[in-house]
């Protein structure tokens, strides 16, 4: 069974900077597609950035240029490097990775707050 653990997440002020790590552990098998999910209070989840095992990445438009989204294939461990936050980046933010074969299975951390001060 696999296992994602997020830290990283924390209170900043406007156009300061966060990072977040996400940890795959339990079964040995190398992950597919891992990202970022976010879900603010109220709204909908919104997919924030994807990256393959080749590095290929994906982003939200409302994030890029501002986050950049990266993975170690040796530890199946994800990060997301925050910059230039904004108050409307506040939400509560879930790592996500792909079974390498069951593409339609998909394993979720618990999610981390982050909170950004005007």
């Known amino acids: 069974q696999v296992q994602l653990v997020e830290s990283g997440g924390g209170l900043v002020q406007a156009g300061g900077s966060l990072s977040l790590s996400c940890a795959a552990s339990g079964s040995t098998f190398s992950l597919g597609v891992m990202g970022w999910y976010r879900q603010a209070p109220g709204k909908q989840r919104e997919l924030v950035a994807t990256?393959?095992?080749?590095?290929?990445?994906n982003y939200a438009g409302a994030v890029k240029g501002r986050f950049t989204i990266s993975r170690d294939n040796t530890k199946n461990t994800v990060y997301l490097q925050m910059n230039s936050l904004k108050t409307e980046d506040t939400a509560v933010y879930f790592c996500?990775?792909?079974?390498?074969?069951?593409?339609?299975?998909?394993?979720w951390g618990q999610g981390t707050q982050v909170t950004v001060s005007s």
């Open positions: 990256i393959t095992r080749g590095g290929n990445t």
């Open positions: 996500y990775a792909e079974h390498p074969l069951v593409r339609t299975l998909v394993y």
